[in-house]
């Protein structure tokens, strides 16, 4: 068992989401940055879909109550055992009563807790994500026991060093495909919605980014339709909205982008105030 000293600003358990259910109106869910993810499950050999903490802007203070490895990832919280400084992106022995902690995030804002096996969390539709309404809570808080199972044994030091290419989180191009309604806008906006600069709002959270700058149309609402994590909707007052893994199953406003996998997961690392580009 893990106990939450602390739980941070928004911090859950996610694995690589809720597939099969969406017919029936289930968000997919799952880390918002899949790769960081499954680069810290890689590291300590973890199946791929093993559930993660994902902590977000403030990160949590942990107890653990057995022995265990674990591996960080994704935005730097300048993680500490015991109080002593630990490196992301490496396989970290851990013995019960240690006290993993967690300040704020940088270069990106989430970070990812693994351990050996997985957080052993409750399934429901098979996945352990966490999501209001479907898990019996959305978030760990304060006090709260994650269940995990004990490991024990050598972890040998090694020479070499992961090195991890952080470009997907300084720069800010998102890699898009165009969307179902994109040719129903003028050549004019076409060009203009690839190249121009768009600021990130403050609303912004697990279910969607959006965008300060208006972009002037004159589309009409669709029928409601499928839409996707990464899709692009542009409002008819020209909000312009990205939809992220605990959105909706559909949507009536024109989709008029679909960001690649990739950018979807450079976008879950970004934060009110960056600006992002669109480019094929």
């Known amino acids: 068992m893990i106990k939450v000293l602390n739980s941070g600003l928004y911090s859950s358990i996610q694995d690589l989401g809720r597939y099969g259910v969406h017919e029936y109106g289930v968000p997919y869910s799952g880390a918002m940055d899949k790769q960081a993810m499954l680069m810290a499950n890689t590291i300590l050999a973890n199946a791929e879909d093993s559930a993660v903490l994902e902590m977000t802007m403030l990160g949590a203070k942990l107890e653990f109550q057995c022995d265990t490895f674990i591996c960080i990832s994704g935005a730097d919280m300048r993680a500490k055992l015991n109080g002593t400084r630990i490196a992301n992106y490496k396989m970290i022995p851990i013995k019960a009563s240690n006290v993993l902690s967690f ?30 309404g479907i ?56 060009k203009l919605l690839i190249g121009k600069p768009f600021t990130i709002s403050k609303n912004n959270n697990r279910m969607a980014y959006q965008l300060e700058e208006p972009f002037a149309n004159k589309l009409d609402s669709i029928i409601t339709s499928p839409v996707l994590p990464g899709t692009v909707q542009l409002t008819p007052s020209g909000e312009m909205i990205i939809l992220m893994r605990d959105c909706q199953t559909t949507g009536g406003y024109p989709r008029v982008l679909q960001l690649k996998p990739t950018s979807l997961n450079s976008l879950a690392q970004k934060y009110a105030g960056q600006e992002v580009i669109f480019c094929f």
């Not at 300040?103 to 209001?132: C, D, H």
């Not at 044994?153 to 165009?178: E, M, S, T, Y």
């Open 135 to 190: 898990t019996q809570s959305h978030v760990i808080r304060n006090n709260d026991l994650l269940s995990i199972e004990p490991h024990s044994g050598q972890c040998h030091p090694k020479n070499a060093r992961l090195k991890i290419n952080k470009d997907d989180f300084l720069h800010g191009q998102l890699g898009v495909f165009k969307g179902p309604e994109f040719n129903l806008l003028s050549e004019a906006q076409q």
């Open 103 to 132: 300040s704020s995030a940088n270069g990106g804002i989430r970070t990812y807790l693994a351990v050996t096996g997985g957080f052993q969390s409750e399934i429901v539709m098979r996945s352990r994500s966490m999501y209001q």
